[in-house]
């Protein structure tokens, strides 16, 4: 049986994530930072449909808890074979209001993150020859948003990071990809008016936006065998908004 362990599994797509993984025949390792009573419902619901699932407990920007959230999934589940690291914050403001606290906290969360669960996983994938990480990027990390630079700039990082480590791993049997949602309905959403939603569903080609689900269903399929041989990718999964 395949382990997964899925940062910022407690809600939106990590926990869309960590039902399509589930339901898949994994044992799943579900990540949280604060949100406590949604993790211990998700646990529940998954356990009842049989599936073996453990909690763990990290700020995903510090590295030390990073390690350590590893080592806890690996003391419990032996091993872990598919990394996804998902959890991350959005932030909508102008450029030259951004400040060096707005900055850090954003590259710590949304690019620092990757690269220390990354960096934490590797040398278990290294020793097996196995291994697939999938990171979750953005399509403003491939277009820029406006008053999106801090979270552009980061979820570009993230591109880069998985085209690199992709080279680097690919010859110790390790795939390494990243999916670029479009607009997908989460809470990370909340912000934004009735308008403004409506107004990116009319730019979005195939006239919807995404669903945790449908973000899932790709993030599951680049970590089965039926993507052995797609390495480096970064899979858009976002209606058409950007081509
Ligand atoms: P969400 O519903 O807001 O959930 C965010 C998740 O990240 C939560 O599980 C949260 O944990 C976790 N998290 C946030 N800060 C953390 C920290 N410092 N340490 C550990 N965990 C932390 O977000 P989402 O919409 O599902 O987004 C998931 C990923 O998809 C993100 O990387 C996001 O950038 C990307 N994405 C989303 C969209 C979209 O339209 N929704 C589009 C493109 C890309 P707790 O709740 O436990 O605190």
């Not at 277009?143 to 480590?165: D, F, N, P, R």
């Not at 791993?169 to 309905?185: D, K, Q, T, Y």
């Not at 669903?211 to 058409?240: C, M, W, Y």
């Amino acid at each position: 049986m395949r382990t997964v362990l899925i940062t910022g599994a407690s809600r939106g797509i990590g926990a869309a994530c960590a039902k399509e993984f589930a339901a898949n025949g994994y044992r799943v390792a579900i990540h949280y930072h604060n949100s406590e009573e949604k993790v211990r419902l998700l646990c529940g619901e998954l356990m009842t449909a049989g599936c073996e699932v453990m909690t763990v407990k990290a700020d995903v920007g510090n590295s030390a808890e990073v390690n350590r959230m590893v080592k806890e999934v690996e003391a419990r589940f032996g091993k872990i074979d598919v990394l996804v690291n998902n959890a991350g914050i959005a932030m909508q403001k102008l450029f030259t209001d951004t400040t060096d606290e707005d900055w850090d906290k954003m590259i710590a969360t949304d690019l620092s993150a990757v690269f220390y669960g990354c960096r934490a996983v590797a040398p278990m994938m290294i020793r097996d020859h196995s291994g697939c990480i999938i990171n979750i990027a953005s399509m403003w990390g491939e277009v820029g948003a406006s008053c999106e630079v801090a979270y552009s700039a980061a979820k570009a990082g993230v591109i880069g990071l998985t085209k690199a480590l992709a080279k680097e791993l690919g010859p110790s049997g390790i795939r390494v990809n990243a999916v670029s949602p479009g607009v997908v309905m989460t809470d990370m959403m909340a912000g934004f008016s009735e308008e403004d939603v409506a107004a990116l569903k009319e730019d979005t080609p195939l006239c919807t936006l995404g669903t945790p689900e449908d973000i899932a269903h790709a993030v599951v399929f680049l970590a089965s065998d039926k993507a052995r041989f797609i390495t480096g990718q970064v899979l858009g999964t976002n209606g058409g908004m950007i081509i």
